[in-house]
């Protein structure tokens, strides 16, 4: 063998062991960031109930609201303010001055029912609630 060959040879093998080991360093430290990344993402989704928006109130705090003034002038218009987008309708019933809408917010899992005549929310409660009592949406 000539010997020129020989140190290719050898040269080659020795980066392609280099290499490997340099790739095996860097997949195991983005594994890693990976899963802090994925732990922070987890974190934050816990504590966004706990968050503030750009109203300075959390989730929470934004029900209480709605609920101590509900049945007011304003409280719709408070409603689209604090959960703009994240309402979904899920029903329809007699109520307030003719059909009450019932608006589901998946994020804090609360229903509203919501007169468009008066522009009002008239009820609130926590989970997905189809049909509220006639007491309750008058």
Do not use: W
Not at 28 to 55: G, P, Y
């Amino acid at each position: 063998m000539n010997l020129k060959t020989i140190i290719t040879t050898a040269t080659l093998t020795g980066l392609v062991t280099i290499s490997g080991a340099a790739l095996n360093t860097i997949n195991s430290q983005s594994n890693q960031a990976l899963a802090k990344e994925a732990k922070v993402i987890t974190a934050q989704a816990e504590s966004k109930a706990d968050m503030k928006d750009a109203t300075g109130l959390t989730i929470t705090q934004k029900i209480e609201m709605l609920t101590k003034h509900k049945g007011m002038f304003g409280s719709g218009d408070e409603l689209r303010r604090y959960f703009f987008g994240d309402l979904e309708p899920i029903a329809v019933q007699p109520g307030g001055a003719g059909m009450v809408v019932n608006l589901y917010n998946k994020a804090s899992k609360t229903t509203f029912a919501y007169c468009a005549t008066y522009d009002v929310v008239v009820a609130v409660k926590a989970g997905k609630v189809e049909k509220f009592e006639a007491s309750e949406v008058k």
